[in-house]
DNA sequence: TTTCTTACA
DNA sequence: TGTAAGTA
């Protein structure tokens, strides 16, 4: 297990002694191990304090991250939390930036096919949003979105399926979105008037509930893969791992 | 030396 | 959020 004294977490979070120590008395972060009189941090607490200083970054008050993570807390499952956080705060290498040249995309999604296939492809990529043409280069409006669709293809993953499943999972975020929505328009809201006095509230609450649902909704989708996964290529999986170990690799996952 | 608490700005 | 004093 790997343990941290508070010098080394501060350093490993990107943050300050005296940051912990404040979260800590805020209830953000869990206290930590006590042996004699120096505390023991590990990775949940690492992992935590990534994700408060992700939702600092994104503009979100200490008050908001509190609020969050008791909301959160309150109804929930150990593993899940941890399953959460790590989901939440681990880093992916963006070396793809919200603008990407044609050649950039190109080579992103090894589009080695025949020209009129790419034009296709690209065609259908603007027709979905996840690219923008702007003159001689491409609008990236989500780096990461198009990251996890590149890392699809390179996972063996055709590009025409990646194309086809963000279609469809757009449309079920949309059925979630609107779900929240609704709940909080019938419970939270009712009859309130929209556009007068009561929009200060309407936008808190809106402001409040995109992070909310990203913090519902992950876990979620960890879980249902986990059990698909588990399923369907629990056995195929354990013969590659056998056959890894046999080996005596370490590395070279055979995704 | 480092950690921790408390306090002040 | 940074800094400082006094401890363990």
């Known amino acids: 297990m790997v343990e941290y004294r508070i010098d080394e977490l501060a350093q490993s979070a990107g943050t300050t002694v005296r940051n ?3 979260y800590q008395d805020r209830g953000l972060l869990p206290p930590p191990r006590l042996r004699g009189r120096v505390g023991l941090y590990d990775d949940a607490h690492l992992a935590r304090l990534r994700l408060i200083g992700q939702m600092l970054e994104r503009g979100y008050t200490l008050a ?3 609020d969050l993570v008791a909301a959160w ?3 929930r499952d150990v593993g899940a939390v941890l399953g959460l956080e790590q989901v939440l705060t681990d880093p992916w290498t963006d070396e793809i ?24 492809r690209l065609r259908r990529a603007v027709e979905l949003g996840l690219v923008e043409p702007d003159g001689d280069r491409f609008r990236v409006p989500s780096p990461r979105l198009l990251h996890v669709g590149a890392e699809l293809v390179a ?3 055709p590009l025409e399926a990646v194309l086809e499943i963000a279609d469809e999972i757009r449309r079920d975020c949309e059925v979630i979105a609107n779900r929240f929505v609704d709940l909080v328009d019938t419970h939270v809201l009712k009859d309130a008037d929209l556009l007068g006095a009561d929009a200060g509230r309407v936008s808190e609450v809106i402001r409040r509930m995109r992070p909310l649902v990203q913090m519902v909704v992950n876990p979620f989708v960890a879980r249902g893969m986990e059990q698909r996964v588990r399923a369907e290529l629990g ?4 013969v590659l791992m056998a056959e890894e170990r046999a080996d005596g690799r370490v590395g070279d996952p055979a995704v």
């Not at 056995?235 to 354990?238: C, P, R, T, V």
């Open 20 to 22: 912990i120590r404040s």
């Open 64 to 66: 908001n991250i509190s």
């Open 73 to 75: 807390e309150a109804g």
């Open 97 to 120: 930036p919200g603008w990407a040249t044609y050649e950039e995309l190109v080579a992103a999604f090894g589009l080695d096919t025949a020209p009129d296939e790419i034009e296709e």
């Open 155 to 157: 996972g063996g993953v």
């Open 235 to 238: 056995d195929k999986l354990e």
